[in-house]
């Protein structure tokens, strides 16, 4: 197999005297969903946040596209293509639709700006159709459209989505995780963190679960399926 997109490798990181992640081994390669699941306070945003640059690493390898960004910012880090959608959005309310989705070529792609911006709304119609509205007035799933579009707009290698469905109606998860498959079939990278094991696990490839900052299952999406104690613990069956 070829080498990976994103490798960690006793990957250690934290807050203060507090070290939430204990050493994690995950892999993504080029073209694959992998599902990094697990409960609140497990540690995967923290994972993300590490990956972003936006917490230190305090110890083990980090590398992208073969290059170690164990010491990189998260300006660098998004220019290098490796693009967060964080969790609760984190839109800007007090922009229109498009400024919003104009930051987010500012770090990288910013020369295809306008045909990334017609992709996204080739993606998310209802973007284009509300592109002048404050960002702050849109419902919850088209604040989360308008993320993930966002990150879109910077050409991302890998895009890592953190709990994308949290908050939305079925209907809207549902379309949501039609989208990621999209996403997926159209070649693009995805680390998905997600606390919706059964969905993620549908459109996975592969999937590592998280526990007290240390991964406890790691294999393919049947595999994990497979697993009595997975299955227990996450799925009720």
Known sequence: ??????????????????????????????????????????????????????????????????????????????????????????????????????????????AHRATNLERVFALFPR?????????GTLSGGEQQMLAIGRGLMGEPRLLILDEPSLGLSPLLVEELFGLIAQLHAQGLAILLVEQNVAQSLAIAQRACVLE?????????????????RLRQAYLGA
Do not use: C, W
Request: a positive charge; zero cysteines.
């Open 1 to 110: 197999m070829s080498e990976p997109l994103l490798s960690a490798r006793g990957l250690r990181s934290g807050y203060g005297a507090v070290e939430v992640l204990r050493g994690i081994d995950l892999d993504v390669h080029g073209g694959e969903i992998v599902a990094l699941l697990g409960s609140n306070g497990a540690g995967k945003t923290t994972f993300n946040n590490t990956v972003s640059g936006i917490v230190p690493v305090r110890g083990g390898t980090l590398r992208f596209e073969g290059r170690d960004i164990s010491r990189v910012g998260s300006r660098e880090v998004v220019a290098r293509g490796l693009i967060h959608v964080p969790e609760g959005r984190r839109i800007f309310p007090n922009l229109s639709v498009l400024e919003n989705l104009e930051l987010g070529s500012f770090a990288r792609a910013r």
């Open 127 to 135: 973007l284009r159709e509300r592109s002048a509205q404050l960002a």
């Open 212 to 228: 007290n900052g240390a991964i406890r299952f790691a294999g393919s999406s049947r595999e994990l399926l497979a697993t009595d």
